[in-house]
């Protein structure tokens, strides 16, 4: 009975170490597809804060796919916002944004 409690707790925590978003993979994101527009990352994630960019990555970064694509000035992002792609990255690029968002106190190393 141990040795069965043990193994389910095991992979519970296994799988949610896994199912989580990776900082690293959403900064890997950003630096690829968001310094083409937002050449100063650093600059640019610290200008909103952490219930900023909560409220823009909801419903899978809706609401920041949809600023960009109402932007002329973004159409360069045109084509990414509204691929799978960002769909599926969404996760990390959300947890990067809200780590070093303004009221974190950090500060990215994006190079």
Known sequence: ???FFFFLVSVGFLTGVISNA???KGQKEYVKQCTKCHES???FIAERKIKDYKKLMKKKGALLAE???KNK???KSWKYFKSTKYTKKTKHLAQFLIEYAK???NVPACN
């Open 22 to 24: 990776a900082i690293y």
């Open 103 to 105: 009221d974190s106190g």
């Open 67 to 69: 600023l960009h694509l």
């Open 73 to 75: 000035d973004a159409q």
């Open 41 to 43: 990352g650093q600059v």
């Open 1 to 3: 009975m141990n040795k």
